[in-house]
């Protein structure tokens, strides 16, 4: 974990700050990718990351990856994606307001890394 970074584009910073402050992003049993904006129920152990006046909290099972990169896509609602330089053995759920895109997608601009705590 000492070399992943978070990074979240300043729309998706707003966004996540008008909706609670806090994103979380596991993987489940069944290797599918998810997030939240509320905490799961079952409970987890999640490295914190901070910024831009939101937490983003990634879990354990996450962890394995150089990246994360949390984006807002406006069409054709809003709702975030999340990327990682990593989609072997990871499938992505997809699904309206939740939906989680991983995989090797552009680099979005004026990415604001946050720091681990």
Do not use: C
């Not at 949390?70 to 990593?86: A, F, G, I, Q």
């Not at 759920?93 to 946050?114: A, T, W």
């Amino acid at each position: 974990m000492a070399d992943l970074q978070v990074q979240v584009s300043p729309d998706a910073a707003a966004y996540v700050n008008e909706h609670g402050r806090q994103l979380f992003i596991w993987v489940d049993d069944h290797e599918l990718l998810h997030w939240r904006l509320e905490p799961p129920t079952d409970a987890n152990s999640w490295s914190r990351f901070d910024g831009q006046d939101i937490t983003i909290y990634v879990d354990e099972s996450a962890l394995d990856v150089s990246y994360w990169r949390v984006v807002l896509d406006h069409l054709p609602w809003k709702r975030l994606h999340v990327y990682s330089d990593v989609n072997v053995g990871i499938r992505s759920l997809h699904m309206d307001e939740r939906d989680v895109h991983l995989g090797d997608g552009p680099s979005p601009p004026q990415l604001i890394p946050l720091s681990a705590e």
